[in-house]
């Protein structure tokens, strides 16, 4: 019998994820403006916003899984708790896996209606997405968020249904208090 190490190992405290083949991708505030409902000039354009960090098998057969683990900055812009960019998946028919690793936050889910649902999210909650709603991460709190996510490879990312329509709920952050912006 073989015995091996794993393939991916988390380490939060050092490098977050590490192992190989691993994608890293970081969405600076310069690529993230339009997330937000105004434009920060305070911002610099090479802010980081927040790193996606994916384990992918390859292959984009049925059946098979990824594994990621997304890292917010504590940063608001003009007051807005930073957010990522939210997505569809382009095949409904995926579910999605978050599990919190640590800081404090909210899971955004939009029906195919636009309506909002928000989650708690904090150290160890574990967030069921329905295939059929958009999902976007916030940050609400003082430090970073970190949440892994496990999603089939065959789902993919639809940014076109959330950008004819956009999620309608905001939170900012008002003396340490979070406020829920409605409308868009
Ligand atoms: O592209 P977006 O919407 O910023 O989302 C990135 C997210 O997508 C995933 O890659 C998979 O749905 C997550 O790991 C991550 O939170």
């Not at 970081?26 to 354009?45: C, N, T």
Request: hydrophobic share 35%; charged share 25%; glycine share 8%.
């Amino acid at each position: 019998m073989e015995i091996r190490e794993s393939k991916w190992i988390e380490n939060f405290k050092e490098n977050w994820i590490s192992g190989n083949e691993i994608k890293t991708s970081q969405k600076l505030y310069k690529d993230a403006r339009m997330f937000y409902e105004s434009i920060d000039e305070s911002l610099g354009p090479q802010t980081v916003m927040y790193t996606v960090y994916s384990c992918e098998q390859g292959e984009l057969k049925t059946g098979n899984l990824n594994w990621g683990l997304s890292v917010l900055e504590p940063v608001t812009v003009k007051g807005e708790c930073n957010v990522t960019r939210g997505h569809f998946h382009e095949d409904l028919d995926c579910d999605e896996i978050y599990v919190c690793a640590q800081g404090e936050g909210f899971l955004l889910l939009m029906d195919a209606d636009g309506k909002c649902t928000a989650e708690i999210m904090k150290p160890g909650s574990i967030h069921h997405i329905d295939g059929h709603q958009a999902h976007r991460l916030v940050n609400t709190g003082d430090t970073q968020l970190a949440v892994m996510c496990c999603w089939p490879s065959t789902a993919g990312h639809d940014y076109g249904r959330v950008e004819a329509m956009p999620f309608s709920v905001r939170a900012f952050k008002c003396d340490n208090n979070i406020i829920w912006k409605e409308g868009e």
